[in-house]
């Protein structure tokens, strides 16, 4: 059966007309709104719907967006992990599976919430530079994507610098970040206009580091 909501290739965010109570209420629990207090597509309000396609293209199946923008927005709006280290993750995790959609997004979350310019472009190049929890994080995240799990004494290190809610924050985030990246890029979803330009691999990667010590 041919999906009205597929052109035949890929997804399409919806269109103004397509928004509907079901659309609303998804994109509300993100925002912490009832769907009848989410702005209208088309609106031009700052939340327009219609300004963000990773939303109308999530709300394509709208049942599943909303049990899935619930635990997003509590990952990013109400978790333990701090902003710096959510997004050093984010940024590991785009750069990594090369999303440059997330790359673009989240340099502009990064940067918006205080991440020096520098240690974004220094997280492109590897771990050199970074240290403490920062370079913790980042290990970390390296050995989740590179082999579905972090090391025993990764997980420890991480518990005894951050806790355990933050560390199990961590995990949820680099999964929840994989996952989207490999949602928006089989939909070939193009980042923002004037998005950072996702930087090429790094020629000395220090993912799998460890598997050479």
């Known amino acids: 059966m041919t999906d009205p909501h597929n052109d035949g290739l890929f997804l399409t965010p919806l269109t103004a007309d397509e928004w509907g109570d079901d659309e609303y209420a998804a994109f509300g629990a993100l925002l912490g709104l009832p769907g009848e207090k989410v702005p209208r597509a088309g609106s031009g309000h700052q939340a327009d719907p219609l300004k963000f396609d990773i939303i109308g293209l999530l709300a394509r199946h709208p049942k599943m967006a909303r049990k899935f923008l619930t635990f997003n927005g509590w990952l990013l709006q109400r978790g333990e992990l701090?902003?710096?280290?959510?997004?050093?993750?984010?940024?590991?995790?785009?750069?990594?599976?090369?999303s440059a959609f997330f790359w673009g997004e989240h340099t502009r979350v990064a940067t918006d919430g205080g991440v020096p310019e520098d240690d974004i472009s220094r997280l492109a190049e590897g771990n050199?530079?970074?240290?403490?929890?920062?370079?913790?994080?980042?290990?970390?995240?390296?050995?989740?994507?590179?082999?579905?799990?972090?090391?025993?004494?990764?997980?420890?290190r991480l518990t005894e610098e951050l806790g355990t809610?933050?560390?199990?924050?961590?995990?949820?985030?680099?999964?929840?970040?994989?996952?989207?990246?490999?949602?928006?890029?089989?939909?070939?979803?193009?980042?923002?206009?004037?998005?950072?330009s996702l930087p090429e691999p790094a020629v000395n990667p220090t993912i799998n580091r460890s598997e050479s010590q």
Do not use: C, K, N
């Not at 280290?85 to 785009?94: G, I, K, M, P, T």
């Not at 403490?132 to 004494?153: F, K």
């Not at 933050?166 to 923002?192: C, H, K, N, S």
């Open 128 to 156: 050199d530079g970074f240290t403490g929890a920062d370079l913790l994080v980042l290990e970390a995240t390296d050995e989740l994507l590179a082999h579905g799990r972090a090391d025993a004494s990764t997980w420890q």
């Open 82 to 98: 701090s902003l710096r280290l959510r997004e050093l993750a984010v940024l590991r995790v785009a750069h990594t599976r090369r």
């Open 165 to 196: 809610h933050q560390a199990m924050e961590l995990i949820f985030v680099v999964g929840t970040y994989a996952m989207l990246a490999m949602a928006f890029d089989t939909w070939r979803l193009d980042a923002p206009a004037g998005s950072a």
